[in-house]
């Protein structure tokens, strides 16, 4: 019966068993999408990612992106994830300090700052606006009071991956939140176009963070890379980031804390960047 080597790393984080954790296959070439599909279902992580070849001369390797549920046309902590990997399995030369990634969305620049744990940039692709949602309506999805939200209009972005932003006022409120299922089919009437609902509070640091993805079958992500670029163009424009350099907090509630480092750049450019753990070396039989 044929093996299947991969690893499982903690993206976002320097510390074990904290931050994302993520399986990645260094080689998928023999893999069909079904069965990559059902791989993300047995493992039962946020995403699993199967690195292939690239179909493009410009990129160093294609990922595919799988939740347990569905194919992704971009995730954040993948991206990471899979950057390091590619750097120790030797696929990128570990030396290499820019080098770009072929995904469902387009190519995804990548940047590495070198170190004993090199820090691993990526480059936001183009957000989207969506909606502007009730403030009201929030309120109920999350069993909160409406005294637990700033006074900022609740909004759709997406950089491949939509997300509704709903600003609280303080890292109790984020904590208490929690999705009412009766209410959320209010904010999304269609769950075959699934949204993820993402609540943040505004820190002298940052962001603190929480991020809800029910209907890709994650009950609640403990960091998330793709929404990170669109969360500091939210707080950008309503006045809420601390800098042009700052980290949002993820994944405290859950047991899995998270930094997202964020750099807005002079060009409007959104970069999110990351420290990743390695954790397990394993084959799977099938």
């Not at 093996?3 to 260094?26: I, K, W």
């Not at 939200?149 to 929690?178: E, F, H, M, T």
């Amino acid at each position: 019966m044929p093996t299947h080597r991969y690893r499982v790393v903690d993206v976002f984080t320097l510390h074990a068993l904290e931050g994302n954790p993520l399986a990645v296959f260094p080689d998928a070439t023999t893999l069909s999408e079904a069965a990559m599909q059902s791989i993300a279902k047995e493992l039962n992580l946020s995403e699993t990612v199967f690195l292939l070849p690239p179909t493009r001369p410009d990129c160093a390797a294609r990922l595919r992106i799988f939740t347990p549920t569905r194919e992704m046309l971009f995730a954040g902590h993948p991206t990471v994830g899979a950057s390091y990997v590619l750097l120790e399995e030797g696929i990128v030369p570990r030396n290499c300090v820019t080098f770009t990634l072929e995904e469902k969305i387009g190519p995804v620049p990548i940047r590495v700052e070198p170190g004993d744990r090199p820090l691993i940039w990526l480059t936001t692709p183009a957000i989207a606006e969506g909606a502007i949602y009730d403030r009201n309506t929030c309120t109920r999805a999350l069993g909160l009071g409406p005294d637990d939200l700033l006074d900022i209009p609740p909004q759709l972005l997406s950089a491949g991956n939509p997300n509704i932003y709903i600003a609280l006022k303080d890292k109790a409120a984020v904590d208490r939140a929690w999705l009412v299922a009766t209410e959320m089919a209010q904010l999304n009437p269609n769950p075959s176009e699934p949204v993820c609902v993402f609540v943040f509070a505004p820190t002298p640091d940052g962001a603190y963070s929480r991020m809800f993805a029910p209907e890709h079958g994650i009950a609640e992500d403990p960091a998330t890379g793709s929404a990170t670029g669109p969360l500091a163009a939210y707080m950008q424009r309503h006045g809420l980031a601390p800098h042009t350099r700052f980290v949002s907090e993820q994944g405290t509630k859950m047991g899995r804390r998270s930094f997202l480092h964020i750099h807005i750049r002079d060009t409007g450019q959104i970069d999110v960047g990351g420290y990743v753990t390695p954790l397990v070396e394993a084959t799977m039989t099938l």
